[in-house]
């Protein structure tokens, strides 16, 4: 038995128009504690509509509904929404697609057709049975709920593009996956990435690509080849040998089918980066795209900083309880950090709330802008007695607080602490300036001036190279809680999280308004599952 929405898996596409209201009513009947996320979506004036377990709201007990109301404005492109309680992102997420007001073009040549393409990953038990430590390996990929040829038992399953040569289509990739990263790869086609996580990109045309769980790219595929057929495969980056997911060792795949093509010919093969080649093409991809400079909802990036962060991401452990065996290294349980803080999920009311009502003991507004020592981040190794005791961060609900509108930079950087692995850092409520990436430790000085102060990607989740950092910047011009993660979905319970609250503006117009009288409650029945 699996959670589904409406029963299918994906979950249905939602599809908007920049400048609508979007309503959703959530009926739970599962036996599951839920929140839907709108992963992407500003929430401009709506922060309790997020949809982050125990950050902007309790979760919709069974038998109990909900009802999210918000506007989608300054946005367009392919979003996707998802359950925002560990492990049940697996099934219950879909695409959420947002076009251009009526009358307003795309800024590129208009599609033929356009095809969403949904990446997830497959566990064949009851999805609560997982295994979090370490992250659980999964049984297989699908590609719109598909697994296709790659697997035995779903041979015939899989899912097919049929197209008209000559005909352009327009791609809505998503990955849904709840803990890897995917290259994707179609044979004998190169395509035309013009958006990024719903942000308009310079046009650039690539034969691969990576996308991080929670991240989307939307991208133009021309059928210009001759009539056949080709293969569209995904398959996991790898970016570090450890505690990584193992892939089932081999692509996973699905079709594109010309019009006229013979069904007896064979489809041409797409080979995807492996090995020594994943990191270096991973971070091409990565790296080489920009924003679209004057196309719809672009800013200028803010040049003066007001907060400025440096922060330490990465995986250490947290002591085994007596009486326990855990699988971590040396027997510990994993931990996940920032600046040597594991953060800890409040239990009987949400972030935001206790934050509205001003109710003490939820939270301590202590974040350090800095991690507590300064070592050598990407080649950690334990040498002395700090250094063993970095790998133990303290576990604690702690917060950033942002002045309304101010401009915050955040270096986050990759530590070798246990693992180098690449992690998605994914924040609510903004899109961020991906202003550099690098490999090893940042810089200030070499690395401050190569950063792209003129057209860089905007995103709102971002693949941290592994042992190596990003930087990026964004106007807090939201009041409300908002997190900021780790998008492998194994690493919200290792704790690398963080919380922004902004604080309000000026006027009633800027500040967070009471909660809807309705929004759940917690009380926690022992009988139901959460995580
Ligand atoms: Cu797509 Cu906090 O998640």
Avoid at 95 to 120: H, Q
Avoid at 140 to 168: E, W
Avoid at 209 to 226: E, F, K, S, W, Y
Avoid at 439 to 466: E, S, W
């Amino acid at each position: 038995m699996i959670p589904t929405v409406n029963g299918s898996l994906p979950g249905p596409t939602i599809n908007v128009r920049e400048g609508d209201t979007l309503v959703v009513h959530v009926i739970n009947n599962s036996t599951y504690n839920i929140t839907i996320h709108w992963h992407g979506v500003f929430q401009l004036k709506s922060p309790w509509m997020d949809g982050a377990n125990m950050i902007t709201q309790c979760p919709i007990q069974p038998r109990n509904n909900f009802t999210y109301r918000f506007d989608i404005t300054g946005q367009e492109g392919t979003l996707l929404w998802h359950a925002h309680v560990v492990n049940l992102r697996a099934t219950l997420h879909g695409a959420l697609i947002i076009r251009p007001r009526s009358g307003r073009p795309y800024p590129f040549p208009k599609p033929y057709k356009e095809v969403p393409l949904i990446f997830e990953q497959w566990w064949d038990v009851n999805i609560e049975l997982l295994n979090l430590q370490p992250a659980p390996i999964c049984d297989a990929y699908l590609i719109n709920g598909l697994a296709g040829d790659s697997y035995p038992c779903s041979k015939n399953r899989m899912f097919k593009l049929k197209v008209v040569q000559g005909k352009t289509y327009l791609l809505r990739i998503i990955n849904a996956a709840l803990n890897t990263h995917l290259f994707f790869k179609i044979a004998d086609h190169n395509v035309t990435v013009v958006s990024v996580d719903a942000a308009y990109t310079t046009p650039y045309v690539s034969d691969v690509m990576i996308l991080t769980p929670g991240q989307t790219v939307d991208a133009l595929l021309t059928a210009d080849q001759p009539i056949g057929m080709y293969y569209m495969s995904i398959s996991p980056y790898i970016s570090a040998n450890s505690l990584a997911p193992v892939p089932p060792g081999h692509d996973i795949r699905s079709l594109i089918v010309y019009e006229g093509a013979k069904s007896t010919s064979s489809p041409s093969m797409s080979l995807l980066p492996s090995g020594t080649n994943a990191i270096p093409t991973a971070h091409r991809f990565s790296s080489n795209i920009t924003s679209l400079v004057g196309g719809p909802y672009w800013t200028p990036v803010p040049y003066h900083v007001d907060e400025n962060m440096f922060v330490t991401m990465g995986l250490g452990l947290d002591p085994c309880p007596p009486e326990t065996t855990c699988n971590g290294p040396l027997g510990q349980h994993i931990a996940g950090s920032f600046n040597n803080r594991t953060f800890v999920m409040p239990e009987t009311i949400s972030l935001q709330e206790a934050y509205f009502y001003n109710i003490s003991g939820v939270y301590t507004d202590d974040f350090p802008d800095q991690p507590p020592m300064k070592f050598d981040y990407a080649n950690f190794s334990v040498r002395t007695e700090s250094d063993y005791e970095m790998m133990f961060p303290e576990r604690k609900t702690s917060i950033k607080t942002l002045k309304f509108n101010s401009t915050v930079e955040i270096i986050v950087q990759n530590t070798g602490i246990i693992s180098p692995e690449s992690h998605p850092m994914h924040l609510h409520g903004f899109n961020f300036y991906v202003l550099g990436y690098g490999f090893g430790n940042y810089d200030p000085i070499r690395d401050a001036r190569k950063l792209n102060l003129v057209n860089p990607q905007m995103h709102n989740t971002v693949g941290v190279p592994p042992g190596g950092w990003v930087v990026l910047r964004f106007i807090a011009n939201n009041p409300g809680a908002w997190m900021f993660h780790c998008h492998m979905d194994a690493h919200l319970p290792y704790g690398i999280i963080m919380v922004f609250i902004v604080e309000n503006g000026p006027t009633p117009e800027t500040s967070l308004q009471p909660p809807p009288s309705n929004l759940p409650q917690c009380t926690h029945d022992p009988t139901i599952y959460e995580s």
